[in-house]
Structures are given as structure tokens and as C-alpha cells.
């Protein structure tokens, strides 16, 4: 690929599009995790007999085992929400991109 069709390609609105959009959904996406992430942490350093709370009288697990679990389970969430994001529009939005590309080489 020459300079000047990879110019072409990052002067594509198609392009940028693309680029913004899926750069502004993975960042919206970190933040999230990490204020979840973060907040257990903090949970945890300021306020450890809470998540240290059994479940039951009677239960041998704390509150903080299903909490983290759960903290798991909404990253694999997350995860399967960019993925079907990426799926779905971000490969539409390729494939329209390359349609111009192949139609800029011919």
C-alpha cells in the first residue's frame, strides 16, 4: 500500500468515522469498568466490614465473595456488549470503507 492510498483512506470521512466511533464506545466502555473496578477497591479499603459481612448468620461466605463475582460477570458483559457492537455497525462501517477503497484503486 502506497502513502498516498494510505492518505486517502485517513482523509475517508468513512474513516474517521469509524476510527471516533469505536474509539469513543471502547473508552465510554473503560471508564465503566474501571469506576466499577475502582469503587470495589475502595469499597474494600474504607469499608471492609461491610463486604466482610457473611451473607447469612449461619453462611461461611462474606458478601464480598458475590460481589466479586458479579464485578466478573459485568466485565464479560461489557466485553460481549463491544463485541457485538463491533459486530454489527464498526464491520459495516469497514466494509462501506473498503467499497471505497477498492472503487479509489480501480
Known amino acids: 500500500m502506497t502513502q498516498e492510498q494510505v492518505l486517502e ?6 474513516y474517521q468515522k469509524l476510527v471516533s ?3 469513543k464506545f471502547a473508552w465510554t466502555l473503560t471508564i465503566v469498568i474501571l469506576v466499577v473496578y475502582y469503587a ?3 469499597f474494600i ?3 471492609p466490614e461491610t463486604l466482610g459481612a457473611r451473607v447469612s448468620p449461619d453462611a461461611m461466605m462474606t458478601l464480598g ?6 464485578i466478573i460477570i459485568f466485565a464479560f458483559v461489557l466485553t460481549g456488549i463491544y463485541v457485538k457492537r463491533a459486530n ?12 471505497d477503497v ?4 480501480k
Open 9 to 14: 483512506i485517513k482523509n475517508n470521512p468513512k
Open 45 to 47: 479499603a474504607f469499608s
Open 65 to 70: 465473595i458475590p460481589v466479586g463475582i458479579a
Open 40 to 42: 470495589f477497591i475502595l
Open 88 to 99: 454489527g455497525e464498526f464491520d459495516g462501517l469497514l466494509n462501506d470503507l473498503k467499497k
Open 102 to 105: 477498492e472503487k479509489g484503486m
Open 21 to 23: 466511533t469505536r474509539s
